[in-house]
């Protein structure tokens, strides 16, 4: 039974939406939009900004954007922890990524069975999910390991840097590769293909993608059979036919003789560099998982497996790791379980681990089976900016149900929509994408606020905010990746009671809304919580 609570509390989380700068409102989908329900409450409620990028986030500098990950990190814990890149960086510089027991249990193995090292991971500097540098740091260490053979599986980005930039990030390593290679040691990229299109599927939500890059990453094989001389002229090739951007790039092979030069053999070491958990756990179970039964894996070499961090620390995946991941405590999640608070979350497939698994503090597990209920709403499995209202009325159908219910003392949902359809680069479907928010937050508002719910809306990050970019030669091109600004913080309570300190706005973070839910529920936060941003 839930206590009594000052405020019962729905959270809703409008992924991918930032407030942009007046002289940046060219290509800000959000402020295109009809958006009447949004623009209501910014003129009735009281709303301020809040910082969802950089060191409010936990990450290097206030140049690095954020991310879903860590925006869901922050808002599920109050806190604010030193996330993926940071870690690894720290961990690079320092040397203990090198002294650490899986990475000399890797190179011992490699060295051991005469095996090939390979790397696995987004090649571009995007800071999201991976770092080139990091890549290069590890290939230099590994030849003074003795390692003499490496192969590189390279995916290509285009939504955290620009759409058609992998020809550089290609060219960029390839170079990097020249000046290590001698008699002594040998690397190249053996394979690749586009992110959306192999391997980094997420929450189980399309295992053809990562069967297209087992096949082509430990097998050397492509469904056309075909081989390229270089990854430079994979890419080439494969723009000029498909016309794709690089995420959306088909999965290429590199060949010598007839023959690709890199598959994966028995003896070798494989290690995925990408540090970010929730696109990198499904190829960790395909490498690791004795009882697998989401596609025919074919010959299963035995190798090595390792990732730079641990993507999933409840259901500890993978076994090795090279970095040890932030150890999230003191969650909201854990305090108001301590406090007998039932908790309502739901997303669509596309987000759903992010308001479970990271809100959680990087746990697939609740925290409390009886005062938790979770709520998939499966995505549709096509491009989203052909569907950009997503799954917005099925996720506000069952939000609406569980307020009804009067179970919940505290609820969350995610809105999908501002981030996938900002990522495809497609403008229009990101405009419709925010207007099939705004509807489902018409049809919550009066519900929730009848049943005594204080709303709040905000987001992780931005993105459908900054949709264009210049490009290199002066004109003006999609822009795929998440953008710097703050994002919205929006209190809308049924009497009206509740006002925000506006001097915080702008500085105060995402981390801020787990003490401002406990306050509005009564309660006193944690001392180890970022403070409440309530007056």
């Given at each position: ?5 000052k405020k019962?509390?729905?959270?809703i ?5 930032g407030i942009?700068?007046?002289?940046k409102?060219?290509g800000?989908a959000?402020?295109a939009?009809?958006?009447p ?9 009281p709303?301020?900004?809040l ?11 206030d140049?690095?954007?954020?991310n879903?990950?860590v925006?869901?990190n922050a808002?599920?814990?109050g ?12 961990s690079?510089?320092d040397?203990?990524?090198y ?14 069975h005469?095996g ?5 991971g ?6 999201v999910h ?6 290069k740091?590890?290939?230099k260490?590994?030849?003074k ?6 192969f590189?599986h390279?995916l ?6 620009p759409?058609?930039?992998g020809?550089e990030?290609?060219?960029s390593m390839?170079?990097?590769l020249?000046?290590?290679?001698d008699?002594?040691?040998h690397?190249a990229i053996?394979s690749?293909g586009?992110?959306?299109i192999i391997?980094m ?5 399309d295992w053809d993608?990562?069967k297209r890059g087992?096949?082509?990453q430990v097998?050397?094989?492509v469904?056309?059979?075909?081989l ?6 994979a890419y ?6 498909t016309?794709?951007?690089?995420q959306?790039l088909?999965a290429?092979?590199?060949g010598k ?10 003896g070798d070491?494989f ?10 756990i499904?190829?960790?179970m395909?490498?690791?998982d004795?009882d ?5 894996r074919g ?11 641990e993507y999933d ?5 993978p ?10 405590t003191?969650?909201?999640t854990e ?5 007998g ?12 681990g992010?308001?479970t ?5 990087n746990?697939s597990e609740?925290?409390?089976?009886a005062?938790?209920?979770w709520?998939?709403?499966?995505s549709?499995?096509?491009p ?5 209202w997503m799954k917005s009325a099925e996720?506000t ?5 569980a ?7 505290f ?5 999908a929509n501002g ?8 403008f229009r479907?990101?405009?419709?994408a925010m ?8 049809r ?6 009848e049943n ?6 905000t987001?992780?990050h931005?993105?459908?905010d900054?949709m264009?970019q ?11 990746s998440h953008s710097?600004?703050?994002?919205p913080?929006?209190?809308a309570?049924p ?9 915080v706005?702008?500085r ?7 003490a ?13 919580w970022?403070?409440?941003v309530?007056?």
């Open positions: 039974m839930t206590p009594e609570l019962k509390v729905v959270l989380v409008m992924d991918g939406v942009s700068p007046i002289d409102e060219a800000d959000f402020k939009a009809n958006t329900t949004l623009d209501r409450l910014r003129a009735d409620y709303w301020i900004m910082r969802a990028h950089g060191e409010a986030v936990g990450l290097p500098s140049n690095d954007m954020g879903s990950e925006g869901h808002l599920g814990c806190q604010i922890y030193a996330q993926g890149a940071k870690l690894v960086n720290q690079i510089a040397g203990s990524l002294t650490s027991k899986t990475w000399q249990e890797a190179m011992a193995f490699a060295k051991e005469n090939t090292l390979h790397f696995l987004l090649l571009s500097d995007g800071n991976a770092n080139i540098a990091h890549l740091a590890l290939l260490e590994a030849k390991e003795g390692i003499s053979r490496v590189l390279a290509l980005d285009g939504r955290d840097v759409p058609t930039s020809g990030y290609i060219t390839e170079s990097y020249d000046t290590l290679n008699d002594t040691f690397a053996a690749g586009g992110r959306m391997t599927d997420r929450y189980k939500a993608m990562v087992w096949d082509a097998h050397g094989h469904e056309d059979g075909r390229f001389p270089s990854a430079t002229e080439r090739t494969l723009r000029e036919e016309g794709e951007i690089d959306n088909p290429f092979v590199i003789d007839g023959a690709p030069i890199g598959p994966v053999q028995d070491t290690i995925l560099y990408n540090f970010r958990g929730d696109r990198a499904e190829v960790s395909a490498f690791e004795e697998f039964p989401y596609f025919d010959r299963r070499p035995n190798v090595y497996y390792a990732g730079i961090l620390g409840d259901l500890h995946i076994k090795h790791y090279l970095v040890n991941p932030p150890k999230i003191n969650t909201l305090f108001l379980v301590s406090k608070v039932n908790e309502f979350a739901c997303a669509e497939t596309q987000k759903f992010h308001v698994y990271f809100w959680n503090g746990n609740k925290v409390s089976e005062l938790e209920t709520q998939e709403v499966p549709d499995n096509v989203f900016d052909q569907r950009p996720v159908d069952a939000l609406l149900a307020i009804r219910s009067d179970r919940y003392g609820l969350r949902i995610n809105y981030d996938m359809v900002g990522h495809t680069g497609n479907a990101a405009e419709i207007e099939a928010v705004d509807l489902g937050l018409s919550i508002l009066p519900v929730a606020l005594g719910y204080t709303v709040l809306i987001a992780d931005g993105n459908s900054d264009l210049k490009n290199k030669a002066g004109g003006v091109e999609p822009k795929t710097l600004n703050p994002v913080f929006i209190v309570s009497n009206k009671d509740v006002t925000l300190d506006e001097t706005s702008n105060a973070g995402l981390a801020n809304i787990a401002t839910v406990v306050e509005l529920m009564g309660y006193e936060k944690p001392d180890c970022e403070k409440s309530l007056k």
